[in-house]
């Protein structure tokens, strides 16, 4: 039974190194091709940078910890998420706010607001699981599960840059196809639990944020997001 569940974390540990992979693909070309000078670049974005990356290590490496039973460990890393969360969730707004000045600048007002719909959605849900893993932080099953949704939420910035630079599929339809996708993976893990006859909760949870996230796109050019987005960009 303890190696079943060994094993459980380290497939977690491995998914977030299979994610961590997409995140270098995609950003290679747009980001790290540019090391050292970084030429162009915003503190912002160096910023965002570095909170992604210790989000990813926490992710590959707590779950390590668990099956290792390195229970200290885990848990004075955890502590630090309590200041790593909160910075990654500030650098999220900032580069937010960075890519609808750009995009106001060399576009529509209509179209700034639109785009505002994949990064603010994103930035609640995240908040949101984090908040939910660490009010189960002593419910491991379903801390565990939220931490998951968390690292599903990375999938996305990756992705999106490997669809639109490799692939050369126009940006738009890309984050269509990458929010789908992340859907896709939310869904298949609550049919997991459900087939399994696990506690479901957390993973519909997760994959309704999901879901709702990828309308929230799909309904970027609506009057009701583009009501909800004017009011986000006059915090801007």
């Known amino acids: 039974m303890e190696q079943t569940h060994a094993a459980r974390y380290d497939r977690v540990s491995l998914l977030s190194i299979g994610i961590l992979l997409v995140l270098l693909w995609g950003f290679y070309r747009t980001y790290i091709v540019f090391f050292p000078s970084f030429e162009g670049f915003q503190f912002v974005q160096h910023f ?7 989000w990813m290590a926490f992710l590959i490496t ?12 885990h848990k004075l890393i955890g502590k630090f998420s309590f200041v790593i969360a909160p910075l990654l969730m500030i650098s999220i707004f900032g580069v937010s706010r960075m890519t609808f000045h750009r995009n106001l ?40 599960r939220y931490m998951i949704g968390t690292a599903l939420l990375m999938i996305g910035p990756g992705l999106g840059r490997v ?3 490799s692939f050369e599929i126009p940006p738009p339809i890309a984050i269509t196809i990458t929010l789908a996708a992340v859907s896709a993976i939310a869904v298949t893990l609550l ?38 987005g004017e009011v986000i960009a006059k915090v801007y």
């Open 191 to 228: 049919a997991v639990d459900l087939i399994k006859k696990r506690d479901y909760k957390p993973f519909l949870i997760v994959a309704c944020l999901m879901l709702f996230q990828s309308a929230l796109w799909e309904s970027r050019y609506t009057l009701v997001w583009q009501g909800i």
């Open 62 to 73: 707590q779950p390590l910890l668990i099956s290792r039973k390195k229970y200290r460990i």
């Open 48 to 54: 965002h940078g570095v909170m992604m990356s210790l």
């Open 105 to 144: 600048a060399s576009s529509t007002m209509e179209n700034a607001v639109a785009d505002i719909a994949l990064s603010i959605p994103g930035l609640i849900t995240f908040a949101t699981l984090y908040g939910l893993a660490i009010t189960n932080k002593h419910r491991t099953y379903n801390h565990m």
């Open 163 to 165: 669809l639109i630079l």
